[in-house]
């Protein structure tokens, strides 16, 4: 099992700056993509970055240029970085993983892991 525990969200003024953390720990054995999503009232959750094991990047139109995320391989943790935080960036924020456990066989297949996300809210 691998558990994913997120840390940094909070409230911010229209403008400001907030910096999100994601922690992998449990029974490590390969992280692949890591990426955060994020989920507003009455919407549904969507992606808002990823970032592959090799460090490639991919990010929703919408946070383009504000957001930047990262990751450190031998932590096992990922942050977002977000800038010029708007108002319609409020929502909670969703760390995911995806980790594939270690075979002596067949590999297996790897699993996605969720952390219990944590609440942004972007005051106008």
């Known amino acids: 099992q691998v558990q994913l525990v997120e840390s940094g969200g909070g409230l911010v003024q229209s403008g400001g700056s907030l910096r999100l953390s994601c922690a992998a720990s449990g029974s490590i054995f390969r992280i692949g993509t890591m990426g955060w999503y994020r989920q507003a009232p009455g919407k549904e959750r969507e992606l808002v970055a990823d970032?592959?094991?090799?460090?490639?990047?991919n990010y929703a139109h919408s946070v383009k240029g504000r957001f930047t995320i990262s990751r450190d391989n031998a932590k096992n943790t990922v942050y977002l970085q977000m800038n010029s935080l708007k108002s319609e960036d409020t929502a909670v924020y969703y760390c995911?993983?995806?980790?594939?456990?270690?075979?002596?066989?067949?590999?297996?297949?790897?699993?996605?892991?969720w952390g219990q996300g944590t609440q942004v809210t972007v005051s106008s």
């Open positions: 995911n993983a995806e980790h594939t456990a270690q075979s002596t066989g067949v590999p297996y297949l790897p699993v996605d892991y």
């Open positions: 970032i592959s094991s090799g460090g490639s990047t």
